[in-house]
């Protein structure tokens, strides 16, 4: 049919039951001393209106990840869609923890992390979202300070999950990086194939 290999994404699991959590917390120790100059601040559910122009600036940094030859085109984030985005996951059940990374001096969002959980179903997994640090902010730690505070405050949230299920394109060397050495392991793979019309 003329289609060819564009993309992969290997699906990676966290088993929350055998988390060395004191290792999480030497990791974050050890992270924090990078970045003196960011602060964290985490919410559940959808974000506030006092929020949503940094979030719609982080959710617009996805535009960096790679995409393997994919040739789609980014899309640009409005507040407006944001919120639309907010409420369809609010709308299906998402339980939604996000955490933020922010510079102290200039107050600029620096990245973020979110893991949805989804409230309707009886399966005790949990999806972990986007992660991202901003390009200007990046060589600070922040994206393993992300997921090691996001996962730890998670636990702590929802004890009786047991599994959290990412996606990373096998491009993304760093991000893959992080989840390895926060002990996600692979579950599979995922195929992009496309055929280009003209």
Excluded: C
Aim: aromatic share 8%.
């Amino acid at each position: 049919m003329g289609f060819t290999m564009a993309s992969a994404d290997e699906r990676r699991v966290l088993d929350l039951t055998a988390v060395p959590w004191q290792d999480f917390h030497r990791m974050r120790q050890d992270a924090v001393k990078h970045a003196d100059d960011y602060e964290f601040q985490r919410f559940v559910g959808p974000v506030h209106d006092t929020l949503l122009a940094d979030m719609t600036t982080l959710l617009n940094g996805m535009n960096d990840a790679p995409l393997g030859d994919l040739d789609l085109r980014h899309e640009h984030l409005d507040t407006v869609r944001v919120r639309e985005l907010e409420d369809v996951n609010e709308r299906f059940g998402l339980i939604t923890y996000t955490t933020i990374a922010r510079h102290k001096d200039t107050g600029e969002p620096a990245g973020y992390s979110r893991i949805f959980l989804d409230a309707t179903s009886p399966e005790p997994w949990a999806r972990q979202g986007d992660t991202v640090v901003l390009r200007k902010h990046r060589g600070h730690r922040l994206g393993l300070l992300l997921k090691l505070a996001q996962a730890q405050w998670f636990h702590s949230s929802e004890p009786y999950v047991e599994k959290i299920i990412t996606w990373n394109e096998v491009s993304n060397k760093h991000m893959i990086a992080i989840n390895e050495r926060l002990g996600f392991t692979v579950l599979d793979r995922w195929n992009h194939v496309q055929l280009r019309l003209r």
